[in-house]
Protein backbone atom coordinates (compact mmCIF):
# COMPACT_ATOMS: atom_id res chain seq x y z
CA UNK A 1 0.00 0.00 0.00
CA UNK A 2 2.71 2.27 1.26
CA UNK A 3 4.88 1.47 -1.59
CA UNK A 4 2.37 2.04 -4.13
CA UNK A 5 1.54 5.31 -2.68
CA UNK A 6 5.23 6.40 -3.17
CA UNK A 7 5.30 4.88 -6.60
CA UNK A 8 2.50 7.15 -7.06
CA UNK A 9 4.14 10.11 -5.81
CA UNK A 10 6.95 9.99 -7.88
CA UNK A 11 4.92 9.02 -10.89
CA UNK A 12 2.97 11.85 -10.73
CA UNK A 13 5.88 14.54 -9.38
CA UNK A 14 8.27 13.54 -12.36
CA UNK A 15 5.06 13.41 -14.78
CA UNK A 16 6.22 10.24 -16.19
CA UNK A 17 3.13 9.32 -17.16
CA UNK A 18 2.78 12.79 -19.24
CA UNK A 19 6.51 11.66 -20.83
CA UNK A 20 5.06 8.12 -21.84
CA UNK A 21 1.94 10.20 -23.56
CA UNK A 22 4.83 12.61 -25.54
CA UNK A 23 6.91 9.35 -26.59
CA UNK A 24 3.79 7.23 -28.12
CA UNK A 25 3.04 11.22 -29.85
CA UNK A 26 6.84 11.52 -31.31
CA UNK A 27 7.09 8.27 -32.00
CA UNK A 28 4.39 8.17 -34.35
CA UNK A 29 5.00 11.37 -35.97
CA UNK A 30 8.77 9.76 -37.07
CA UNK A 31 6.49 6.38 -38.92
CA UNK A 32 4.50 6.97 -42.38
CA UNK A 33 1.18 8.37 -42.49
CA UNK A 34 -1.31 5.59 -43.12
CA UNK A 35 -3.40 7.78 -45.49
CA UNK A 36 -4.28 6.95 -48.56
CA UNK A 37 -4.58 9.55 -51.29
CA UNK A 38 -7.57 8.69 -52.55
CA UNK A 39 -8.22 10.00 -56.24
CA UNK A 40 -4.61 8.99 -56.98
CA UNK A 41 -4.38 5.99 -55.05
CA UNK A 42 -6.98 3.17 -54.18
CA UNK A 43 -7.66 1.50 -51.63
CA UNK A 44 -6.66 -2.11 -52.30
CA UNK A 45 -10.31 -4.11 -52.51
CA UNK A 46 -11.11 -8.03 -52.68
CA UNK A 47 -11.82 -9.78 -56.28
CA UNK A 48 -15.34 -10.33 -54.37
CA UNK A 49 -15.77 -6.75 -54.23
CA UNK A 50 -19.27 -5.78 -55.52
CA UNK A 51 -19.23 -2.90 -57.59
CA UNK A 52 -21.33 -1.92 -61.41
CA UNK A 53 -23.09 -4.76 -62.94
CA UNK A 54 -22.29 -6.16 -66.27
CA UNK A 55 -23.56 -9.29 -68.86
CA UNK A 56 -20.90 -11.55 -69.72
CA UNK A 57 -20.17 -13.39 -73.15
CA UNK A 58 -18.09 -16.35 -74.23
CA UNK A 59 -14.98 -16.26 -75.31
CA UNK A 60 -16.89 -16.82 -79.16
CA UNK A 61 -18.81 -13.52 -78.44
CA UNK A 62 -21.79 -15.25 -77.81
CA UNK A 63 -23.89 -14.09 -74.83
CA UNK A 64 -23.99 -16.02 -71.84
CA UNK A 65 -27.39 -15.39 -70.75
CA UNK A 66 -30.33 -17.96 -71.25
CA UNK A 67 -33.21 -15.78 -70.31
CA UNK A 68 -34.08 -18.50 -67.23
CA UNK A 69 -34.80 -15.32 -65.14
CA UNK A 70 -33.58 -17.06 -61.71
CA UNK A 71 -31.52 -13.87 -61.23
CA UNK A 72 -35.29 -12.01 -61.65
CA UNK A 73 -36.58 -14.33 -58.86
CA UNK A 74 -33.39 -14.46 -56.38
CA UNK A 75 -33.55 -10.37 -56.63
CA UNK A 76 -34.83 -9.00 -53.06
CA UNK A 77 -35.35 -5.42 -54.68
CA UNK A 78 -37.02 -6.67 -57.59
CA UNK A 79 -34.52 -4.62 -59.75
CA UNK A 80 -34.57 -6.89 -62.74
CA UNK A 81 -36.92 -7.10 -65.34
CA UNK A 82 -36.82 -9.71 -68.03
CA UNK A 83 -38.40 -10.96 -71.33
CA UNK A 84 -37.36 -13.54 -73.17
CA UNK A 85 -38.13 -15.52 -76.75
CA UNK A 86 -36.61 -17.79 -79.14
CA UNK A 87 -34.17 -16.11 -81.25
CA UNK A 88 -34.30 -17.02 -85.30
CA UNK A 89 -31.37 -19.79 -84.66
CA UNK A 90 -33.87 -21.44 -82.05
CA UNK A 91 -32.23 -20.84 -79.38
CA UNK A 92 -33.25 -18.82 -75.70
CA UNK A 93 -32.38 -15.55 -75.12
CA UNK A 94 -33.67 -12.24 -73.77
CA UNK A 95 -35.43 -9.56 -75.68
CA UNK A 96 -35.27 -7.49 -72.59
CA UNK A 97 -32.92 -7.21 -69.51
CA UNK A 98 -33.48 -4.04 -67.62
CA UNK A 99 -31.43 -3.84 -64.32
CA UNK A 100 -32.78 -0.94 -62.13
CA UNK A 101 -29.58 0.68 -60.32
CA UNK A 102 -31.40 2.90 -58.19
CA UNK A 103 -33.10 -0.02 -56.97
CA UNK A 104 -29.77 -2.32 -56.96
CA UNK A 105 -28.27 -2.96 -53.80
CA UNK A 106 -25.04 -5.04 -54.93
CA UNK A 107 -26.07 -7.85 -52.89
CA UNK A 108 -24.56 -9.88 -55.84
CA UNK A 109 -27.83 -12.96 -55.45
CA UNK A 110 -27.94 -12.78 -58.98
CA UNK A 111 -24.77 -13.85 -59.68
CA UNK A 112 -24.65 -16.27 -57.23
CA UNK A 113 -28.03 -17.46 -59.11
CA UNK A 114 -26.61 -17.12 -62.80
CA UNK A 115 -26.38 -21.00 -64.13
CA UNK A 116 -24.08 -19.62 -66.47
CA UNK A 117 -22.38 -16.64 -65.07
CA UNK A 118 -23.98 -13.81 -67.39
CA UNK A 119 -24.47 -11.73 -64.71
CA UNK A 120 -21.64 -10.69 -62.75
CA UNK A 121 -20.93 -7.71 -60.16
CA UNK A 122 -17.48 -5.77 -61.44
CA UNK A 123 -14.47 -4.70 -59.10
CA UNK A 124 -15.98 -1.26 -60.67
CA UNK A 125 -17.58 1.56 -58.90
CA UNK A 126 -16.54 4.84 -60.20
CA UNK A 127 -19.66 5.25 -62.35
CA UNK A 128 -22.65 7.75 -62.99
CA UNK A 129 -25.78 9.11 -64.75
CA UNK A 130 -26.20 12.23 -65.94
CA UNK A 131 -29.54 11.50 -66.62
CA UNK A 132 -32.98 10.72 -65.87
CA UNK A 133 -33.55 7.03 -67.58
CA UNK A 134 -29.61 6.27 -66.95
CA UNK A 135 -30.31 4.61 -64.40
CA UNK A 136 -31.97 1.60 -66.33
CA UNK A 137 -29.01 -0.77 -67.54
CA UNK A 138 -30.38 -1.96 -70.53
CA UNK A 139 -29.12 -5.38 -72.36
CA UNK A 140 -27.15 -3.19 -74.79
CA UNK A 141 -25.69 -1.35 -71.85
CA UNK A 142 -24.74 -4.26 -69.82
CA UNK A 143 -23.36 -6.31 -72.49
CA UNK A 144 -21.23 -3.22 -73.78
CA UNK A 145 -19.93 -3.02 -69.77
CA UNK A 146 -19.30 -6.92 -69.50
CA UNK A 147 -16.97 -6.43 -72.92
CA UNK A 148 -15.31 -3.30 -71.42
CA UNK A 149 -14.50 -4.94 -68.03
CA UNK A 150 -14.37 -9.01 -69.26
CA UNK A 151 -10.12 -9.11 -68.72
CA UNK A 152 -10.99 -7.72 -65.21
CA UNK A 153 -13.95 -9.71 -64.33
CA UNK A 154 -11.87 -13.18 -65.54
CA UNK A 155 -9.06 -12.67 -63.42
CA UNK A 156 -11.16 -11.84 -60.49
CA UNK A 157 -13.47 -14.44 -60.67
CA UNK A 158 -9.91 -16.55 -61.30
CA UNK A 159 -7.97 -15.04 -58.53
CA UNK A 160 -11.35 -15.58 -55.94
CA UNK A 161 -11.29 -19.35 -57.62
CA UNK A 162 -7.43 -20.00 -56.52
CA UNK B 1 11.34 69.25 -39.45
CA UNK B 2 12.48 66.72 -42.28
CA UNK B 3 15.15 64.69 -39.83
CA UNK B 4 11.66 64.40 -37.71
CA UNK B 5 10.02 62.74 -40.63
CA UNK B 6 13.01 60.50 -41.26
CA UNK B 7 13.27 58.80 -37.75
CA UNK B 8 9.37 58.25 -38.16
CA UNK B 9 9.75 56.59 -41.70
CA UNK B 10 12.68 54.69 -39.94
CA UNK B 11 11.16 53.45 -37.41
CA UNK B 12 7.93 52.46 -39.22
CA UNK B 13 10.27 50.56 -41.59
CA UNK B 14 11.35 48.52 -38.89
CA UNK B 15 7.98 48.18 -37.29
CA UNK B 16 7.02 46.65 -40.53
CA UNK B 17 10.61 44.47 -40.88
CA UNK B 18 9.42 43.02 -37.28
CA UNK B 19 5.09 42.73 -38.23
CA UNK B 20 5.36 41.38 -41.71
CA UNK B 21 7.83 38.43 -40.98
CA UNK B 22 5.76 37.86 -38.16
CA UNK B 23 2.35 37.44 -39.99
CA UNK B 24 4.44 34.84 -42.20
CA UNK B 25 5.56 33.25 -39.53
CA UNK B 26 1.94 32.99 -37.71
CA UNK B 27 0.27 31.91 -41.11
CA UNK B 28 3.37 29.04 -41.35
CA UNK B 29 2.69 28.17 -37.93
CA UNK B 30 -1.05 27.29 -38.90
CA UNK B 31 0.40 24.71 -41.24
CA UNK B 32 2.83 23.42 -39.63
CA UNK B 33 0.13 22.54 -36.51
CA UNK B 34 -1.85 20.95 -38.75
CA UNK B 35 0.76 18.98 -40.69
CA UNK B 36 2.56 18.09 -37.34
CA UNK B 37 -0.68 16.86 -35.66
CA UNK B 38 -1.91 15.10 -38.52
CA UNK B 39 1.82 13.59 -38.64
CA UNK B 40 1.61 12.59 -35.08
CA UNK B 41 -1.90 11.40 -35.77
CA UNK B 42 -0.50 8.98 -38.60
CA UNK B 43 -2.45 11.59 -41.00
CA UNK B 44 -0.52 13.62 -44.03
CA UNK B 45 -2.30 16.89 -42.50
CA UNK B 46 -2.98 19.57 -45.48
CA UNK B 47 -1.31 18.74 -48.84
CA UNK B 48 -3.61 19.86 -51.63
CA UNK B 49 -3.06 23.16 -52.14
CA UNK B 50 0.39 23.94 -53.61
CA UNK B 51 3.45 21.72 -52.91
CA UNK B 52 3.21 19.84 -49.65
CA UNK B 53 -0.06 22.14 -48.92
CA UNK B 54 2.44 25.02 -49.03
CA UNK B 55 0.07 27.36 -50.37
CA UNK B 56 -2.69 26.26 -47.55
CA UNK B 57 -2.34 29.20 -45.24
CA UNK B 58 -3.03 31.41 -48.43
CA UNK B 59 -6.14 29.67 -49.28
CA UNK B 60 -7.39 29.82 -45.78
CA UNK B 61 -6.49 33.64 -45.45
CA UNK B 62 -7.99 34.78 -48.88
CA UNK B 63 -11.05 32.74 -47.64
CA UNK B 64 -11.37 34.38 -44.67
CA UNK B 65 -11.05 37.67 -46.23
CA UNK B 66 -13.78 36.81 -48.56
CA UNK B 67 -16.44 36.30 -45.78
CA UNK B 68 -19.29 37.89 -44.70
CA UNK B 69 -18.65 39.69 -41.58
CA UNK B 70 -22.01 39.28 -39.41
CA UNK B 71 -22.59 41.48 -36.73
CA UNK B 72 -25.41 39.69 -34.26
CA UNK B 73 -28.15 41.68 -34.38
CA UNK B 74 -27.83 41.98 -30.21
CA UNK B 75 -24.14 42.86 -29.93
CA UNK B 76 -22.50 46.36 -28.86
CA UNK B 77 -21.40 47.00 -32.24
CA UNK B 78 -18.37 49.45 -31.46
CA UNK B 79 -17.12 46.87 -28.75
CA UNK B 80 -18.09 44.01 -31.17
CA UNK B 81 -15.81 45.43 -33.61
CA UNK B 82 -13.14 47.08 -31.25
CA UNK B 83 -12.09 43.72 -29.49
CA UNK B 84 -10.25 41.69 -32.26
CA UNK B 85 -7.64 45.44 -32.28
CA UNK B 86 -7.49 45.22 -28.90
CA UNK B 87 -6.36 41.52 -28.35
CA UNK B 88 -4.14 42.01 -31.71
CA UNK B 89 -2.48 45.19 -30.39
CA UNK B 90 -0.70 43.72 -27.56
CA UNK B 91 -0.13 40.59 -29.11
CA UNK B 92 1.88 42.50 -31.83
CA UNK B 93 2.97 45.47 -29.26
CA UNK B 94 5.10 42.88 -27.64
CA UNK B 95 7.61 42.68 -30.12
CA UNK B 96 8.91 46.04 -29.81
CA UNK B 97 11.54 45.14 -27.12
CA UNK B 98 12.33 41.86 -28.26
CA UNK B 99 15.93 41.92 -28.95
CA UNK B 100 16.64 39.51 -31.53
CA UNK B 101 20.15 39.60 -31.93
CA UNK B 102 23.00 41.61 -29.74
CA UNK B 103 21.49 45.22 -30.43
CA UNK B 104 19.00 44.16 -32.89
CA UNK B 105 15.72 45.44 -30.60
CA UNK B 106 13.21 47.66 -32.04
CA UNK B 107 13.34 49.84 -28.19
CA UNK B 108 16.16 49.05 -26.26
CA UNK B 109 14.45 50.06 -22.74
CA UNK B 110 15.34 49.56 -19.65
CA UNK B 111 11.83 47.28 -18.17
CA UNK B 112 11.58 45.62 -21.08
CA UNK B 113 10.03 43.05 -19.31
CA UNK B 114 8.18 44.88 -17.07
CA UNK B 115 6.51 46.04 -20.10
CA UNK B 116 5.96 42.65 -21.55
CA UNK B 117 4.04 41.77 -18.63
CA UNK B 118 2.03 44.76 -18.87
CA UNK B 119 1.04 44.42 -22.74
CA UNK B 120 0.21 40.55 -22.07
CA UNK B 121 -2.24 41.35 -19.15
CA UNK B 122 -3.62 43.72 -21.66
CA UNK B 123 -4.34 40.83 -24.31
CA UNK B 124 -7.41 39.91 -21.43
CA UNK B 125 -9.43 43.00 -22.52
CA UNK B 126 -9.76 42.30 -25.95
CA UNK B 127 -11.11 38.56 -24.97
CA UNK B 128 -13.28 39.57 -22.15
CA UNK B 129 -15.08 42.79 -23.99
CA UNK B 130 -14.99 40.17 -27.10
CA UNK B 131 -17.20 37.37 -24.85
CA UNK B 132 -19.11 40.59 -23.47
CA UNK B 133 -19.93 42.51 -26.64
CA UNK B 134 -21.43 39.14 -28.47
CA UNK B 135 -24.60 38.84 -26.26
CA UNK B 136 -24.33 35.32 -26.62
CA UNK B 137 -23.80 32.95 -23.43
CA UNK B 138 -21.01 30.78 -25.27
CA UNK B 139 -19.44 33.35 -25.73
CA UNK B 140 -19.48 34.53 -22.47
CA UNK B 141 -18.77 31.53 -20.75
CA UNK B 142 -15.80 31.73 -22.93
CA UNK B 143 -14.42 34.78 -22.00
CA UNK B 144 -15.38 34.45 -18.30
CA UNK B 145 -12.58 31.04 -18.38
CA UNK B 146 -10.02 32.82 -20.81
CA UNK B 147 -9.96 35.83 -18.12
CA UNK B 148 -9.90 33.50 -14.86
CA UNK B 149 -7.49 31.21 -16.35
CA UNK B 150 -5.34 34.03 -17.54
CA UNK B 151 -5.35 36.36 -14.70
CA UNK B 152 -4.26 33.02 -12.25
CA UNK B 153 -1.70 31.89 -14.53
CA UNK B 154 0.03 35.11 -15.05
CA UNK B 155 0.85 35.51 -10.97
CA UNK B 156 2.63 32.35 -11.56
CA UNK B 157 4.11 33.54 -14.80
CA UNK B 158 5.16 36.73 -12.89
CA UNK B 159 6.73 34.75 -10.55
CA UNK B 160 8.62 32.48 -12.82
CA UNK B 161 10.21 36.37 -14.71
CA UNK B 162 10.74 37.63 -11.41
CA UNK B 163 13.36 34.33 -10.72
CA UNK B 164 14.80 35.29 -14.07
CA UNK B 165 15.23 39.04 -13.05
CA UNK B 166 16.68 37.84 -9.83
CA UNK B 167 19.22 35.83 -11.42
CA UNK B 168 20.17 38.29 -14.31
CA UNK B 169 19.87 41.12 -12.21
CA UNK B 170 18.59 43.29 -14.86
CA UNK B 171 15.17 44.17 -16.28
CA UNK B 172 16.62 44.88 -20.01
CA UNK B 173 16.14 41.49 -22.22
CA UNK B 174 19.33 41.80 -24.00
CA UNK B 175 21.21 42.57 -20.80
CA UNK B 176 19.19 39.21 -19.54
CA UNK B 177 20.55 37.15 -22.92
CA UNK B 178 23.85 38.76 -22.17
CA UNK B 179 24.22 37.29 -19.07
CA UNK B 180 23.71 33.71 -20.31
CA UNK B 181 26.34 34.20 -22.70
CA UNK B 182 29.62 31.14 -22.35
CA UNK B 183 28.00 28.11 -23.11
CA UNK B 184 25.35 26.08 -22.32
CA UNK B 185 26.28 25.13 -19.01
CA UNK B 186 25.46 29.22 -18.32
CA UNK B 187 22.13 29.09 -19.97
CA UNK B 188 19.44 29.86 -16.80
CA UNK B 189 17.41 27.00 -17.48
CA UNK B 190 20.03 24.88 -15.48
CA UNK B 191 19.53 27.03 -12.19
CA UNK B 192 15.90 28.13 -12.54
CA UNK B 193 14.48 24.79 -13.90
CA UNK B 194 11.57 24.73 -11.90
CA UNK B 195 10.95 28.16 -13.27
CA UNK B 196 11.31 27.09 -16.88
CA UNK B 197 8.67 24.75 -15.86
CA UNK B 198 6.39 27.11 -14.30
CA UNK B 199 6.77 29.46 -17.05
CA UNK B 200 6.06 27.44 -20.23
CA UNK B 201 3.06 25.47 -18.67
CA UNK B 202 1.98 28.78 -17.65
CA UNK B 203 2.72 30.38 -20.86
CA UNK B 204 0.58 27.21 -22.23
CA UNK B 205 -2.25 28.70 -20.09
CA UNK B 206 -1.55 31.76 -20.58
CA UNK B 207 -2.75 31.76 -24.43
CA UNK B 208 -5.13 29.41 -23.91
CA UNK B 209 -4.02 26.66 -26.04
CA UNK B 210 -4.75 22.75 -25.15
CA UNK B 211 -4.46 21.02 -22.52
CA UNK B 212 -5.69 24.71 -21.23
CA UNK B 213 -7.95 25.72 -23.96
CA UNK B 214 -11.71 25.14 -22.13
CA UNK B 215 -11.60 28.95 -23.06
CA UNK B 216 -12.81 27.24 -26.50
CA UNK B 217 -13.81 24.17 -25.27
CA UNK B 218 -15.89 22.77 -28.55
CA UNK B 219 -18.17 20.38 -27.00
CA UNK B 220 -19.32 22.47 -24.40
CA UNK B 221 -19.23 26.07 -25.43
CA UNK B 222 -18.72 25.74 -29.21
CA UNK B 223 -15.24 28.27 -29.75
CA UNK B 224 -15.28 30.09 -26.89
CA UNK B 225 -15.28 33.96 -26.81
CA UNK B 226 -14.80 34.45 -30.28
CA UNK B 227 -18.25 32.14 -31.18
CA UNK B 228 -20.36 34.99 -32.74
CA UNK B 229 -17.11 36.35 -34.93
CA UNK B 230 -16.90 35.71 -38.53
CA UNK B 231 -14.72 36.65 -41.86
CA UNK B 232 -11.69 38.88 -40.53
CA UNK B 233 -12.84 39.59 -36.97
CA UNK B 234 -12.47 35.71 -36.44
CA UNK B 235 -9.12 35.99 -38.30
CA UNK B 236 -7.71 38.30 -36.43
CA UNK B 237 -8.48 36.51 -33.67
CA UNK B 238 -6.56 33.79 -34.86
CA UNK B 239 -4.02 35.63 -35.44
CA UNK B 240 -3.48 37.34 -32.09
CA UNK B 241 -3.68 33.63 -30.54
CA UNK B 242 -0.45 32.26 -32.83
CA UNK B 243 1.49 36.04 -32.34
CA UNK B 244 1.43 35.25 -28.89
CA UNK B 245 2.37 31.25 -29.41
CA UNK B 246 5.42 32.64 -31.40
CA UNK B 247 6.10 35.44 -28.82
CA UNK B 248 5.59 33.37 -25.64
CA UNK B 249 8.01 30.60 -27.31
CA UNK B 250 10.42 33.39 -27.65
CA UNK B 251 10.33 34.52 -24.41
CA UNK B 252 11.05 31.33 -23.26
CA UNK B 253 14.30 30.87 -25.58
CA UNK B 254 15.49 34.56 -24.45
CA UNK B 255 15.01 34.24 -21.11
CA UNK B 256 15.68 30.33 -20.04
CA UNK B 257 17.63 29.37 -23.46
CA UNK B 258 20.13 32.04 -24.18
CA UNK B 259 18.28 33.92 -26.86
CA UNK B 260 20.47 33.91 -29.87
CA UNK B 261 23.53 32.58 -28.09
CA UNK B 262 24.92 29.80 -29.85
CA UNK B 263 24.58 26.48 -27.96
CA UNK B 264 28.00 25.31 -29.17
CA UNK B 265 29.89 28.48 -27.34
CA UNK B 266 32.75 27.68 -25.54
CA UNK B 267 32.74 24.39 -26.42
CA UNK B 268 36.48 23.45 -28.11
CA UNK B 269 35.86 22.44 -32.16
CA UNK B 270 32.41 22.72 -32.48
CA UNK B 271 32.23 26.17 -31.17
CA UNK B 272 34.53 27.91 -34.11
CA UNK B 273 32.87 26.20 -36.82
CA UNK B 274 29.54 27.22 -35.69
CA UNK B 275 31.18 30.85 -34.69
CA UNK B 276 29.68 32.56 -38.64
CA UNK B 277 26.42 31.69 -37.38
CA UNK B 278 24.47 34.75 -36.70
CA UNK B 279 22.60 34.73 -33.79
CA UNK B 280 19.12 35.29 -35.26
CA UNK B 281 18.96 31.97 -36.57
CA UNK B 282 19.78 30.61 -33.47
CA UNK B 283 16.82 32.33 -31.80
CA UNK B 284 14.51 31.20 -34.89
CA UNK B 285 15.92 27.67 -34.49
CA UNK B 286 15.78 27.41 -30.35
CA UNK B 287 11.83 29.22 -31.14
CA UNK B 288 11.04 26.61 -33.76
CA UNK B 289 11.73 24.19 -30.96
CA UNK B 290 9.27 25.74 -28.41
CA UNK B 291 6.84 25.87 -31.59
CA UNK B 292 7.18 22.11 -32.28
CA UNK B 293 6.70 21.22 -28.13
CA UNK B 294 3.60 23.34 -28.42
CA UNK B 295 2.19 21.43 -30.76
CA UNK B 296 3.40 18.21 -29.71
CA UNK B 297 1.92 18.98 -26.23
CA UNK B 298 -1.93 19.89 -27.80
CA UNK B 299 -1.30 16.42 -29.84
CA UNK B 300 -1.07 14.07 -26.61
CA UNK B 301 -2.99 15.76 -23.64
CA UNK B 302 -6.29 15.58 -23.31
CA UNK B 303 -8.14 18.94 -22.22
CA UNK B 304 -7.96 19.78 -18.44
CA UNK B 305 -10.99 20.09 -16.72
CA UNK B 306 -12.03 23.72 -15.68
CA UNK B 307 -11.32 23.12 -11.92
CA UNK B 308 -8.23 20.88 -12.53
CA UNK B 309 -6.84 23.77 -14.53
CA UNK B 310 -7.46 25.97 -11.10
CA UNK B 311 -5.72 23.63 -9.05
CA UNK B 312 -3.02 23.81 -11.33
CA UNK B 313 -2.56 26.97 -10.90
CA UNK B 314 -2.87 27.98 -7.64
CA UNK B 315 -2.15 24.99 -5.70
CA UNK B 316 1.10 23.84 -7.22
CA UNK B 317 2.48 26.16 -9.84
CA UNK B 318 1.94 29.26 -7.76
CA UNK B 319 3.53 27.69 -4.55
CA UNK B 320 6.67 25.99 -7.10
CA UNK B 321 7.72 29.13 -8.13
CA UNK B 322 7.63 31.16 -5.19
CA UNK B 323 9.53 28.98 -3.50
CA UNK B 324 12.08 28.84 -6.29
CA UNK B 325 12.29 32.61 -6.37
CA UNK B 326 13.14 32.37 -2.80
CA UNK B 327 16.00 29.11 -3.75
CA UNK B 328 16.86 31.82 -6.39
CA UNK B 329 17.31 34.58 -3.95
CA UNK B 330 19.54 32.45 -1.81
CA UNK B 331 21.59 31.35 -4.84
CA UNK B 332 22.15 34.96 -5.78
CA UNK B 333 23.30 36.10 -2.21
CA UNK B 334 25.74 33.56 -1.96
CA UNK B 335 27.18 33.55 -5.06
CA UNK B 336 26.10 29.90 -6.16
CA UNK B 337 28.23 28.20 -9.55
CA UNK B 338 28.98 29.58 -12.40
CA UNK B 339 25.79 31.40 -12.73
CA UNK B 340 25.63 33.47 -9.84
CA UNK B 341 29.56 34.00 -9.63
Redesign the interface.
Known amino acids: MSLSFAKRQINSLLLLE?FR??S???R??L?????I?YPEEDTPISPRFRGMLALRRYANGEERCIGCRLCEAACPALAITIEADVRSDGSRRTTIYDIDAFKCMHCGFCEEACPVDAIVLTSEMHYHMEARGENIFTKDKLLAIGDLYEEKIAQDREKDNA | MLEAWLTLIWIVIKILLIILPLMGAVAYLTLAERKIIGRMQARMGPNRAGLFGVLQPLADGLKLLCKEIILPSSANRFLFIVSPILVLAPALAVWAVIPFSEGLVLANINAGVLYLLAMTSLGVYGILIAGWSSNSKYAFYGSMRAAAQVISYEISMGFALAGVLLASGSMNLSQIVLRQAGGVWHWFVIPLFPLFFVYWVSAIAETNRAPFDVAEGESEIVAGFHVEYSGMGFAIFFLAEYANMIFVSTLAVLLFFGGWLSPFEGIPILGKWFAWMPGIIWLLAKISLFLFLYLWLRATFPRYRYDQIMRLGWKILIPLSLLWVIVVALFVYYHVGIWFA
Open positions: LGLITGVFTRAITR
